[in-house]
């Protein structure tokens, strides 16, 4: 239907905000100033544009190759998807997923599609040869970054509790031997890995892509986006402008545009399929359900104390510090969890031995 055509393009949409030009900036100046071997960390909540923040990156960093006319990928980008059996993330098949990205001609199974004793010839590979073989290819095709993107799914390894930084030192490894510089990309986890890592911690570059916070200035450039998102939305006028409901949205979303972005397209779908605009009620409807928010929320409150050294709050009066004009300053203060008890701090002391 060219109706939702129209609402595609509508929403493809991409809003030049803040914390995306700084990051995108800073990423760009890092990666082009790392050595081959060097190892740089992109870490930040989920839905927060990491994945589009590798799209925009390859982009310049190509500096307008076409692999068509060259055979040369200065940029090379996978997903380290958890493939195996019931969610199991297998070392040899992400090779092969490596394998593919880097067009090998020999074993890539896309180029051996419809010729099963091909694929039967490279399963039989081991993974030392398909190791090897991806060494060759990086180096063949001149590749200089190598962008892993989802690398929070190597927690899932079944070999053992070091498995997981195992794989990370031998992705290391690799950046060493085909002289790439290698970029991991995903969610907090991540963290826990390479904190078991001396070998890694003490050689990576950490970029964080963080979410918009209750100070001020963040909810003025939050506001700024909801307003972008105004535009392009068919709304009831009891709901506009969006930003009188800025707590709601932010709350809604944790301050993460991703987050906020799949929350309004879906109350628009709903609105469309309802062949109406879209109401308070609509919103209220397509907001993550509370199971959902919940695990979001720890997962990002233990991704900034990891970060940051302690907790930063997700909104206290939010409207109201929107709003305010006496507001001068707003401190990003420690707060416990939300839908947890207080924890229970140990008194000063020796607290690795336990309460005094």
């Not at 991409?14 to 800073?26: A, G, L, M, P, Q």
């Not at 490596?98 to 067009?103: I, S, W």
């Not at 099963?116 to 073989?133: M, Y």
């Not at 079944?158 to 060493?176: D, F, I, Q, R």
């Amino acid at each position: 239907m060219d109706l939702n055509n129209d609402i595609k393009e509508k929403w493809k949409v991409k809003i030049n905000h803040r914390n995306w030009r700084e990051v995108c900036s800073k990423a760009f100046v890092m990666l082009t100033m790392a050595s081959p071997g060097e190892v740089i960390c992109i870490v930040g909540p989920s839905r927060i544009g990491k994945s589009e923040l590798i799209k925009e990156m390859s982009k310049k960093l190509s500096d307008g190759n076409r692999f068509e006319d060259s055979g040369l990928l200065p940029v090379v980008s996978v997903s380290a998807a958890n493939t195996g059996q019931n969610g199991i993330f297998q070392t040899k098949s992400f090779t092969l997923r490596m394998l593919e990205a880097v067009k090998n001609p020999i074993y890539s199974s896309a180029n051996n599609f419809d010729d099963d004793f091909a694929c039967q010839k490279i399963d039989r590979k081991t993974e030392s040869e398909l190791r090897l073989a991806l060494e060759r290819a990086l180096i063949i095709r001149k590749t200089r970054f190598l962008f892993i993107d989802e690398i929070q799914h190597v927690r899932y390894t079944t070999k053992g509790s070091n498995a997981p930084c195992a794989v990370m030192e031998s992705l290391k490894c690799l950046a060493e031997t085909a002289q790439v510089v290698l970029v991991f990309v995903g969610t907090y986890p991540i963290l826990d890995i390479i904190e078991n890592s001396p070998h890694l911690t003490a050689r990576k570059h950490e970029i964080h892509f963080p979410r918009y916070y209750t100070d001020k200035e963040d909810l003025k450039e939050f506001a700024r986006i909801l307003m972008a998102y105004e535009e392009i939305m068919d709304l009831h006028k009891t709901v506009k402008p969006l930003v009188k409901d800025i707590s709601m949205f932010y709350e809604g979303s944790f301050g993460c545009i991703g987050l906020l972005y799949f929350w309004l397209k879906r109350a628009s779908a709903f609105a469309i399929a309802g062949n109406q605009k879209v109401t308070k009620k609509i919103l209220e409807e397509a907001v993550l359900s509370y199971s959902s928010r919940k695990g979001l929320a720890n997962e990002i409150f233990y991704g900034e104390e990891k970060i940051y050294g302690g907790k930063i709050e997700f909104s206290n009066n939010v409207v109201e510090r929107y709003i305010s004009s006496k507001e001068t300053k707003i401190s990003k203060k420690k707060c416990s969890k939300p839908f947890q008890r207080k924890a229970v701090r140990m008194e000063p002391g020796n607290r690795m031995l336990g309460r005094k």
